[in-house]
């Protein structure tokens, strides 16, 4: 079994950054990609970025640019720096894993998630 814990989250003002990380432990080969979602209320969750153990990566459109996803392999961790935060960018932000070695965008194609991150951006 893996778990995935997330931190970082928080209330930032717009124009701030705020950096999420997420540590996976348990069965550290059950896990290939990781990546970061993030749902508001009345949405669907998305996917914004993704990456693979090769560094291959996916971002969404709404965060080209602004947030970027690295991992260290060893500590089994994925970190999402997130800059240029706007408002829209409030949302509960999950850490989600899955086997195989190719970012999905469907959150359905995951198979072990963190429990979620509040980041409230202020106006």
């Known amino acids: 079994q893996v778990q995935l814990v997330e931190s970082g989250g928080g209330l930032v003002q717009a124009g701030g950054s705020l950096r999420l990380s997420c540590a996976a432990s348990g069965s550290r080969f059950s896990i290939n990609t990781m990546g970061w979602f993030r749902q508001a209320p009345g949405k669907q969750r998305e996917l914004l970025a993704g990456i693979t153990t090769r560094s291959d990566t996916k971002y969404a459109d709404s965060v080209k640019g602004r947030f970027t996803i690295s991992r260290d392999n060893a500590k089994n961790t994925v970190y999402l720096q997130m800059n240029s935060l706007q408002p829209e960018d409030t949302a509960v932000y999950y850490c989600?894993?899955?086997?195989?070695?190719?970012?999905?965008?469907?959150?359905?194609?995951?198979?072990?998630w963190g429990q979620g991150t509040q980041v409230t951006v202020s106006s």
């Open positions: 989600a894993a899955r086997t195989s070695n190719y970012v999905y965008l469907n959150p359905a194609m995951y198979d072990y």
